[in-house]
């Protein structure tokens, strides 16, 4: 199978590949006796002091080049590492003289892949002379394919700057993935989302000269029905509550959650997993203009529930309650977004929020969360704050009535529009890496979907079990 060359993923070994050897730091002093004279010779005079992640290279018997080593914390992932030697390595082909179980060689192939990545589009000239290494012999190659696929997808969608990925572009986009894979897409564009009762969409999107739409896309005709749900909000100044120039600057990533979401989708139909997939993307420009929706207007929804707009800057949650509402009642429904600053205060920019109805489908995230190392931490659907987002005059105010718990008032304001009985998850994500991190550059970053991924596998697996067990019952009966 020939990989994308953006990964720097070979599948087989050229003539000039250099050997990289990995050894743990707790197994570095044994290592070092065995080496021959002449090397721990090198190694003293050159001052190398065991380093996770730092590579060396060793000479052989005549002086010349040996074999790289490459010292690894055990505390530390392996995503990581191999994300960072992505960088660290000179260029050239490497293969491993190490054996990894299928696990490991899985996240040190994502991780290196994720560790190549580079935005240059809008580059002149760009350094492409980086390091490529050997899939690892125990890898699982679609399952590489399909994951550093997605990791691309969501990061090229993000850094695109708004006057090239407008909601007309991002639905190019999302028909781009769905003809990779046969899915099929329609488009609610404009004056025709009043007549096919998306009204908090088309109150958000219509003051922008790129008319508001909501992206619909289908793939598969049996098993269970999930639905996944991306904000799509291409640029948010903010509206008439206009946002200050330093909290707008990086704005074009308000549209993070619809990447998330195509990701998501991708990974799903590259494995061919057994569902009736939807995917629905409001994609929006939060713009100003003499259409622009104003505070304290009152909004109907697609559900019918009407919404007084205490805030233009919280219109994420609008677009949201009309594409939920418009996902019925599917065996699951998840949705992402880059929703609150207050997820942020509360968990950091690396930590994606999570709100559930469900503490099972909690349950599947969070272990895979753990195993994958892709962070994902739970905060609390808290009842008692419903009633801060009640209005005089509406059915409710999409801000809450106080400065705390802005993250969960926005959860918990999704809610209202997901049928009774439906499992859901709403993630709060950046979407966004403040600082470059080995195997996270700098940019735009897909959060969570990993886990999100194995989580539905196992959803699916879960349900197919109880399927199989509900049919023998019956047989038996």
């Not at 991002?170 to 781009?176: H, P, S």
């Not at 009204?199 to 219509?206: D, F, K, M, S, T």
């Not at 739970?378 to 400065?403: C, T």
Request: glycine fraction near 8%; charge should be neutral.
């Amino acid at each position: 199978m020939a990989l994308d060359p953006r990964f720097g993923l070979v599948a087989r070994r050229t003539k000039a590949s250099l050997p990289l050897e990995i050894v743990s730091l707790a197994e570095f002093s044994a290592f070092r006796r065995n080496l021959r004279p002449e090397t721990r010779a090198f190694l003293e005079a050159v001052g190398y002091q065991p380093r996770h992640g730092a590579p060396v290279a060793l000479p052989d018997e005549r002086g010349g080049f040996d074999r790289f080593l490459v010292v690894r914390d055990p505390k530390e992932s392996v995503f990581e590492l191999f994300g960072g030697l992505a960088l660290r390595l000179p260029a050239g082909d490497y293969h491993l003289l190490t054996e990894l179980d299928p696990a490991e060689a899985r996240e040190a192939a994502i991780g290196f892949g994720a560790g190549r990545y580079r935005f240059d589009r809008y580059l002149s000239k760009s350094k492409n002379e980086r390091a490529r290494l050997q899939l690892p012999r125990s890898a699982d190659v679609r399952e590489v394919e399909r994951t550093l696929d997605a990791i691309y997808l969501a990061r090229d969608l993000i850094n695109t700057p708004t006057n090239d990925l407008g909601p007309s572009e991002l639905a190019a986009a999302a028909r781009t993935v769905a003809r990779k894979y046969r899915a099929r897409v329609t488009t609610v564009v404009g004056e025709k989302l009043l007549e096919k009762n998306y009204p908090l969409i088309h109150a958000v999107g219509r003051a922008s000269a790129d008319a508001p739409r909501l992206i619909d896309m289908r793939f598969g005709s049996r098993g269970k029905e999930i639905v996944l749900v991306g904000k799509g909000v291409c640029f948010d100044t903010g509206g008439l509550d206009l946002k200050p120039a330093s909290a707008m600057k990086l704005m074009k990533k308000d549209m993070g959650g619809a990447a998330h979401a195509l990701a998501l989708a991708s990974m799903i139909m590259a494995a061919e997993l057994p569902v009736r997939l939807r995917v629905l993307i409001p994609a929006v420009e939060n713009s100003v203009s003499g259409t622009a929706f104003r505070p304290l207007d009152v909004l109907e929804s697609r559900s019918g529930k009407t919404i007084e707009v205490g805030n233009t800057d919280a219109e994420g949650r609008l677009i949201l309650a009309d594409a939920l509402a418009a996902a019925g009642k599917p065996d699951l429904l998840i949705d992402f977004a880059t929703l609150t600053g207050a997820a942020r205060v509360a968990l950091g920019s690396e930590l994606p929020a999570l709100f559930t109805n469900d503490d099972a489908l909690a349950g599947l995230v969070l272990e895979a969360s753990e195993e994958l190392d892709d962070p994902i931490h739970r905060l609390p659907l808290h009842a008692g704050y419903r009633k801060s987002l009640s209005s005089e005059i509406a059915d409710l105010n999409n801000i809450s009535d106080g400065p705390y718990g802005g993250a969960i008032t926005a959860a918990l304001f999704l809610e209202h529009f997901v049928e009774d009985g439906v499992p859901w998850a709403h993630f709060d994500v950046m979407a966004w890496n403040l600082r470059s991190r080995p195997g996270r550059p700098r940019g735009g970053e897909l959060m969570g979907v990993r886990a999100v991924y194995r989580a539905v596998e196992r959803f699916l697996s879960a349900s197919s079990n109880e399927s199989a067990t509900g049919r023998a019952r019956a047989r038996r009966s």
